[in-house]
């Protein structure tokens, strides 16, 4: 048994990308650990989604107080093809193990126990460990098997040669509740999904023209198509039904070109053979490249790959990892869209906008297949929150005409001479004029409000359309100005503006607008009206938005 090196890292550096609220409870979390011993052990310290994990793991959770360290077998080809065999039949294919294999399999883990650190807590991770627990003694430590497996379609023989062992764990951890197995018996059974590292070499952004340059350097055409498929040579990843799909394509695409990209693992013996049944399966044709390590294969390059991609396939038939997948959706390109949010006026529920910006930038980092899908996520979830049907339109910007900047047709009251001396909502203020009915529209741009949360400022124009006695001036002026002090949302100023003209005034038709200036990135615009014959004015902005 052998440890691995490793490089220091914080946990810190990832609040850029998560906040610093939930490394705060990761923090808080670990505390009643610090100090204690934890011994990852696992079959190899390169190639394959353990070790890529265990590289990332180990140093984090030493920079929360853990004295966590990364233990590698100490074995020989041949145990290797066995735990291979071992590996294969826990994802379903019809293999058992002879004595001679079995008694190999049991000496190497019993030689690798006996070398085993000390430790308070020992995760042992898929077959290739499964027995250390058996052979480790009565040291006091508390195990964990952590399969990264999917062991639903197990072959039984081998699942049962493995229970034994494997219930010997105080506990075992699964990728997805999907993939464990209702018989293994331990009473202590948690879920983990794997994750990426976005700081790692793999993920961390490249530039364009050095993707380029690096994908030329293996002879594919960047001016065309190209399929990728990050993946070891393997049987469950399918390599092979990946060259029959890009055929598929080929006939209908012909300039689309095709690159499996893997590496060969230490403790997968059929890796070379499976890369030759690839590469055979590929023939002469010259737009399919299999590389691996082995060609110069390494982070930067996968990084390279992904992100040069027109589509990033992984078509694995049994998947214990969603790496790959995970790691294409964070290379994924960003979109910009202005989105239109229509909130009924008799809705139960106000949407109040910091929660609403929080609830936008949760999107971030977030892959959908098209604006359709983001705006029926998004209907689904403000209608619910709001009570009442909420309409989404969202528009690319490369799609949207530049959004007017103007005024509304209409007299301003902002001129008029007043004296101003109250700075809460009076309705008092507001009163008619003798005279025959008139239809007219009124705009200030003098409205001001408090937000309801933080006390900060609402900048506004309001406009008001109506048709009915002649609202004085001067008085609807001062009202207006009379919300300066109030501390209420921008829906609500502009319901009660609308409901106290239409109780002071009682006006035949009335409609209310208010553009807000935008705070976060938001512009808020309330519209109150009596029916249709005042409908949905013009998206004009004002020259404050």
Not at 75 to 91: P, V
Not at 97 to 110: M, N, W
Not at 461 to 471: D, F, H, L, T, W
Not at 523 to 545: A, K, M, V
Request: glycine letters at 6%; hydrophobic letters at 40%.
């Amino acid at each position: 048994m052998r440890s691995v090196s490793l490089r220091a890292k914080s946990l810190s550096e990832y609040e850029r990308i998560v906040g610093p609220e939930p490394v705060a409870e990761i923090r808080r979390l670990a505390e009643p650990l610090r100090g204690a011993r934890v011994v990852h052990v696992n079959a190899t310290s390169h190639g394959g989604g353990v070790a890529e994990i265990l590289h990332n793991l180990v140093p984090l959770m030493r920079d929360v107080g853990l004295d966590a360290s990364w233990q590698v077998l100490d074995a020989g080809q041949l145990f290797f093809e066995i735990t291979k065999r071992i590996h294969n039949a826990l994802q379903g294919m019809p293999l058992d193990l002879t004595e001679a294999q079995r008694r190999i399999y049991l000496d190497t883990q019993q030689e690798n126990a006996t070398e085993l650190p000390d430790a308070d807590i020992v995760i042992a991770h898929d077959p290739q460990t499964a027995a250390l627990r058996s052979f480790a003694g009565p040291r006091g430590a508390s195990w964990i098997w952590r399969c990264h497996l999917d062991s639903t379609n197990a072959h039984e023989r081998v699942w049962q040669y493995l229970v034994p062992y494997l219930r010997l764990h105080d506990a075992a951890i699964f990728t997805m509740e999907q993939f464990a197995r209702s018989d293994l018996g331990l009473r202590h059974m948690l879920f983990s999904a794997p994750s990426i590292d976005p700081f790692s070499e793999k993920n961390r952004p490249l530039a364009a023209d050095v993707c380029e340059r690096i994908l030329r350097a293996f002879r594919l055409d960047t001016q065309r198509p190209l399929l990728v498929q990050i993946s070891r040579f393997d049987p469950w990843k399918d390599p092979l039904g990946v060259i029959d799909a890009y055929n598929i394509v080929k006939e209908h695409l012909p300039e689309v070109q095709l690159a499996l990209v893997g590496s060969i693992a230490d403790d997968d013996p059929e890796a070379k053979d499976f890369y030759a049944r690839s590469v055979a399966h590929a023939g002469d044709d010259p737009d399919i490249k299999c590389l691996t390590d082995l060609d110069g294969i390494h982070d930067r390059e996968v990084n390279a790959f992904q992100r040069s991609a027109t589509v990033v396939v992984q078509k694995s038939l049994r998947e214990g990892f969603g790496l790959t997948v995970s790691e294409g959706l964070w290379k994924g390109k960003p979109v910009v869209a202005v989105g239109t949010f229509r909130v009924p006026a008799d809705s139960p529920n106000l949407i109040e906008s910091k929660s609403f910006k929080l609830y936008l930038n949760s999107f971030n980092q977030t892959a959908f297949d098209n604006l359709e899908a983001v705006s029926a996520a998004m209907t689904g979830d403000l209608s619910a929150a709001a009570g009442s049907p909420v309409a989404v339109a969202l528009e690319p910007l490369s799609q949207r005409p530049q959004a007017s900047i103007g005024m509304p047709e209409g007299i301003l009251l902002d001129d008029l001479d007043i004296a101003c001396d109250r700075y809460q909502p009076a309705p008092d203020l507001l009163a008619c004029l003798p005279g025959a009915s008139v239809e007219e529209t009124l705009y200030s741009h003098l409205l001001k409000s408090n937000c309801l949360v933080t006390g900060q400022p609402d900048w506004a124009m309001v406009v008001i359309r109506y048709r009915g006695a002649p609202i004085d001036r001067a008085g609807l002026l001062r009202y207006i100005v009379s919300f300066r002090n109030h501390n209420e949302f921008h829906e609500q100023c502009v319901e009660r503006i609308f409901t106290d003209i239409q109780q002071r005034c009682r006006p035949a038709a009335l409609a209310v607008y208010a553009r807000y200036t935008r705070r976060g990135g938001l512009d808020i615009n309330p519209f109150r009206s009596t029916g249709e014959c005042y409908g949905r004015p013009e998206n004009i902005r004002e020259i404050r938005q």
